[in-house]
């Protein structure tokens, strides 16, 4: 019973949560140059967890996604399907980087975060931009 | 439950920023051959990481006829729905070789993973690679199992495969023969053995020996009797067949090849002149006999006079004469190196020998026996082997020097026979007379055939008539492929490399391969065969020289020596089954094609 609650709970936060409008990176980064915000560019792939833990849980955190579509532009690339510009390295997935509106990666998170050390980041940012 | 999944996930990402290990921190491999021929693996993780059991793979990467046979791996364990290994996992890993390699083989292997970090990262896939010398001497043949270059290491795929009927796979006649005496009962192996020793006495590679133990016995000259005969055609065959057994056990458990480290100049150049000794004394210019102190020295019975040179001879025409390799001969050699067996495996050469030697006593008893009474005729019988033996001569100079050159010291001795047999006398009888004339006659075109540039024994004119050909028929003639001449590895996987889907012929070749040109003679020029092998790439790996590089490329493909055909498949793949050694008759050859 506890279990039903719970996917329910999870589910109508899922319905009723706004979403992550994922921009093209090239696109992101014309509008970064108009707007002066900064580029959230997600590194992921299929099969892993920590990736799909960030998208199936943090991005869908009301809070998170407040910040996120407030100051930044994001930008999801699949490394194995999508382009990866230079600039951009890893050592895993899931990787964020924070890219300025040069194309330049100003700031890296590695690896799966809670929602709210991913906020901490965040704000981070942009107290630091 | 996909969410809950993630939720629970939330637990282990912790709440503190984490210092992430770099790969090379997070992720150590190690790979070892150990001394059973067995791959030990591991992949060394560091603490809250994990691998994911499906992305981990071992395989061999070249292809050298080894692959995996058989991967011991750890249980993996369910960890969010994806089996993983939360801790260390080690890997051994069976290796087997496919039919026909042999010696020592290097092989790539690599060790592919990708893993995870608990704390919410997941790594790139990495990969490693490994050589390793595979001592393919210690690998059961792949006989009985199907082949598997990789095998996924989840122990449930191991197991269902196990239970899958295996495989038969298509042996080779080396293989069975192989197998022969793995069957263990000695009477059978040594009667097979006998047998296809029988068989093997009607191959060229025992014919040089028919005039030379007739010489050897016809020139012990008066006071031969049946029973001396029989006794020194008995000697030379057990000396031959000894040398053989000797030759082939050091090969089986070495890998070296005696007979062909006997084919250098030097060698050929000496023996040669020990049947040039041994053709003048037939010619009556002296006697050849040990010291009479010697002889009484060895043995008491005066009797004994010729045994010891007999033996001699047979132990290094053995060796230096009729140095061939047929798939009897092949098997039991492998045997020895895959069990280290020699005992058996001598024995089973001993009697193929014997088998070999059995019509050469026919031979030699029959020259005593009806070996005529002394006088003019047996004056004429000494002189009709002494040009044998200088023929035997000459016939092995042919490995080693321009076959100008032997053909025009064919042409000489014929034409010196001729003229001692009376071509060119009056009072000579009609019937002696006419083969002396034919002899003279041949060997004049044999001479006139080297003035011309020709190479052919059987056709020394025959740029008479490729002249008319050219002139007449031109467009008549097909062109066929001929073979792509190669002495190393590099080279034939070059060729492989520019070949793919194509299927492939590389004859094992050398010079002072007897049954190699009677298949090049009899068998590749063929017409059928011709047009036959067109379809196909014809590289041919030439050993003559025996040198490290081409014994690395015979070793490669576990040749005991020439004539053997090899077959690659589109892929450059070998296959084994389909592997020849030994001469084949065009019929037999054209048949196999078409198996292929």
Not at chain 2, 155 to 166: A, D, I, M, R
Request: charged share 20%.
């Amino acid at each position: 019973m506890k279990k039903l609650i719970l996917i329910f709970t999870l589910l109508t936060t899922l319905l009723c949560a706004g979403e992550i409008k994922w921009v093209d990176f090239d696109d992101a980064i014309e509008m970064a140059q108009k707007n002066n915000k900064t580029l959230l560019v997600m590194l992921s792939r299929e099969g892993c967890p920590a990736c799909e833990y960030m998208e199936d849980i943090v991005f869908t955190n009301d809070e998170v996604l407040k910040i996120v579509n407030k100051d930044f532009i994001p930008v999801h690339i699949d490394i194995y399907k999508g382009f990866v510009p230079d600039d951009l390295t890893y050592i895993g997935t899931p990787t964020f980087h924070f890219v300025d509106k040069n194309e330049k990666s100003i700031d890296t998170l590695v690896g799966g975060k809670n929602a709210k050390t991913f906020m901490e980041k965040l704000n981070a940012v942009i107290a630091n931009r | 439950m996909k969410k809950l999944v993630l939720l629970l996930i939330t637990t282990t990402i912790l709440l503190a920023a984490p210092k992430f290990l770099m790969p090379d921190e997070a992720f150590k491999p190690h790979a070892s051959l150990n001394e059973k021929m067995q791959i030990e693996a591991s992949v060394e993780i560091a603490k809250d990481i994990y691998l994911y059991e499906n992305k981990l793979s071992l395989e061999i990467i070249n292809s050298s006829g080894v692959s995996i046979k058989n991967i011991k791996a750890p249980k993996a364990v369910d960890h969010h729905g994806d089996m993983v290994f939360l801790s260390t996992p080690s890997f051994v890993v069976d290796l087997k070789k496919e039919d026909g390699v042999s010696g020592m083989q290097e092989i790539n292997f690599k060790l592919s993973y990708q893993g995870c970090s608990e704390q919410g990262l997941c790594y790139e896939p990495y990969e490693k690679e490994y050589t390793f010398s595979v001592d393919t001497s210690l690998l059961s043949a792949s006989i009985e199992e199907k082949e598997l270059k990789t095998l996924p290491i989840s122990s449930s795929t191991q197991e269902s495969l196990e239970q899958k009927k295996p495989e038969v796979e298509e042996k080779s006649e080396m293989d069975s023969i192989a197998d022969t005496i793995s069957s263990g009962n000695i009477a059978i192996i040594l009667v097979t053995f006998l047998g296809f020793g029988l068989l093997l006495a009607m191959t060229p590679c025992v014919f040089p020996m028919i005039p030379i133990i007739s010489g050897l016995i016809i020139s012990q000259g008066e006071g031969l009797t049946t029973r001396k005969a029989f006794m020194l055609s008995v000697v030379y065959v057990l000396a031959m067949s000894v040398a053989y057994t000797i030759a082939g056990v050091l090969a089986g458990l070495f890998g070296a090849n005696l007979q062909a480290a006997l084919q250098t100049p030097w060698v050929i150049y000496s023996f040669s002149f020990v049947f040039v000794a041994l053709a003048f004394s037939m010619f009556g210019f002296y006697e050849l006999k040990l010291p009479d102190s010697f002889v009484s020295k060895v043995s008491k019975s005066g009797n004994s006079s010729g045994y010891i040179g007999v033996a001699i001879m047979g132990f290094l025409s053995a060796l230096i004469v009729g140095p061939c390799v047929a798939a009897p001969l092949a098997g039991a050699l492998v045997y020895i190196g895959q069990t280290g067996d020699a005992v058996l495996g001598g024995m089973a050469l001993f009697a193929m020998s014997i088998g070999m030697g059995i019509p050469l006593i026919v031979v030699g008893v029959s020259a005593g026996k009806f070996m005529p009474k002394p006088g003019g005729w047996m004056t004429m019988v000494t002189a009709i082997f002494g040009v044998m033996m200088l023929g035997v001569a000459i016939w092995m100079l042919e490995r080693i020097v321009d076959a100008s050159v032997t053909m025009a010291l064919y042409g000489m001795l014929g034409l010196g026979f001729a003229i001692y047999l009376g071509a060119l006398e009056k009072e000579t009888h009609i019937f002696k007379k006419s083969v002396a004339l034919i002899l003279f006659i041949y060997s004049v075109a044999l001479l006139v055939g080297v003035l011309a540039g020709s190479t052919s024994m059987s056709k020394p004119l025959g740029f008479l008539k490729s002249n008319a050909v050219v002139t007449t028929v031109a467009s008549a003639q097909v062109e066929h492929k001929e073979f792509i001449k190669i002495t190393s590895i590099e080279e034939l996987n070059t060729l492989l490399a520019k070949n793919k889907g194509k299927k492939v012929i590389l004859d094992f070749y050398a010079d002072w391969c007897t049954a190699c040109k009677e298949l090049e003679e009899v068998t590749f020029s063929n017409a059928e065969v011709k047009s036959k092998m067109d379809s196909f790439i014809l590289i041919q790996a030439d050993v003559t020289a025996n040198t490290e590089i081409e014994k690395a490329l015979s070793d490669k493909f576990g040749v005991f020596g020439p004539p053997t055909l090899i077959f690659f498949d589109e892929n450059s793949k070998v296959m084994g089954a389909k592997t020849i050694i030994g001469f084949i008759e065009p019929e037999p050859f054209l048949k196999h094609l078409d198996s292929l």
